[in-house]
Nanobody
């Protein structure tokens, strides 16, 4: 059974930074692409970032380019989301996700098969 556990969320002032972590277990982590999504109250789940199995390819949502960075450490079975210059509109529950069969990145929630429980990020103005 695949398990994804996010951590690192919290309350931060606008302009601040947070680093989210996602620890994976239950499968060969280094073979599959990973992603981060977020969901604000009353809104659909939104793509944030994705990284290929090797870490050589990444994708970031346009509104987050230059502020957010995704990375992974296959030796630790972990993926990270570094978030800088946070804005109140970044407030959401952030979810880590894993693809089941593919090593390449995906921008759609439907491209992922396993999900964590989410971690709350709140940015105050």
């Amino acid at each position: 059974q695949v398990q994804l556990v996010e951590s690192g969320g919290g309350l931060v002032q606008a302009g601040g930074s947070l680093r989210l972590s996602c620890a994976a277990s239950g499968r060969t982590f280094s073979s599959f692409a990973m992603g981060w999504f977020r969901q604000a109250p009353g809104k659909e789940r939104e793509f944030v970032a994705s990284i290929s199995a090797s870490g050589g390819s990444t994708g970031i949502a346009d509104s987050m380019k230059g502020r957010f960075t995704i990375s992974r450490d296959n030796a630790k079975s972990a993926v990270y989301l570094q978030m800088n210059t946070l804005k109140p509109e970044d407030t959401a529950v952030y979810y880590c996700a894993s693809r089941k069969k593919f090593s390449t990145i995906s921008y759609a929630p439907s491209g992922y098969d396993y999900w964590g429980q989410g971690t709350q990020v709140t940015v105050s103005s």
